[in-house]
């Protein structure tokens, strides 16, 4: 029996096509190389590209969220910082109302009040307190400084409609002559239609202050 291997191989092509046939040949294998080098460089370039892009994008989440999260504290604080200023007014406002006769206030108001006027909203508001100095004691007294009796001060806002502006000027006077506030302005009066008739809307501020 006779391998293959054994039969000696001989090529009958010539000897030109052969050197055309080896030079195409190596043409073929340096493109086949070079085009397989430049996609391994194409597919590192594409993988650097996403990795930069991958970590700009994780910068900016990250950037968002300390932001984000800068904000959230920053809101948390100024929530906070109303919180308390709305706790300390309405202690105040809680205060007032155990030092002051409301009940006579309003009747006042009521008596004040022109027959042509109307009153659709009282706002009261606690006003900042001034800084008073502790009163130094006599030269008798040897005892300890006596701290002063808290000073409260409030505004209580008048709003509603008037016929004439001479009612709202009388209902200042009015509540002047009470000598209860002081001062008493007219903060605002604007014509407006209410139906058929021209009324005036109004707001009147009073400021009172109890020792």
Not at 51 to 74: F, H, K, P, W
Not at 96 to 119: C, G, H, K
Not at 165 to 182: A, G
């Amino acid at each position: 029996m006779i391998w293959l291997e054994d039969v000696p191989q001989v090529n009958l092509l010539p000897a030109r096509v052969q050197r055309q046939t080896s030079r195409t040949l190596r043409i073929r294998q340096w493109i086949s190389g070079n085009l397989l080098l430049l996609a391994v460089v194409l597919v590192s370039w594409a993988l650097v590209y996403q990795i930069g892009e991958d970590q700009r994008t994780l910068q900016r989440l990250v950037s968002d969220e300390s932001t984000a999260y800068v904000e959230t504290q920053q809101q948390l604080a100024r929530l906070a910082a109303k919180s308390e200023m709305l706790l300390a007014s309405q202690d105040r406002l809680l205060s007032l109302q155990a030092r002051e006769s409301w009940s006579q206030r309003i009747a006042e108001l009521a008596r004040a009040l022109p027959e042509d006027m109307t009153v659709n909203k009282l706002t009261l508001s606690a006003l900042p307190v001034p800084q008073v100095a502790p009163v130094a004691p006599d030269a008798a007294d040897a005892g300890p400084t006596r701290p002063p009796r808290p000073v409260e001060r409030f505004e209580l806002r008048i709003e509603g409609l008037a016929r004439r502006y001479d009612s709202v000027s009388e209902f200042s006077r009015r509540l002047r002559e009470l000598q209860v506030y002081d001062p008493v302005r007219l903060v605002r009066s604007e014509r407006q239609r209410n139906g058929e008739t021209d009324m005036l809307e109004y707001a009147v501020s009073c400021r009172r202050e109890l020792r």
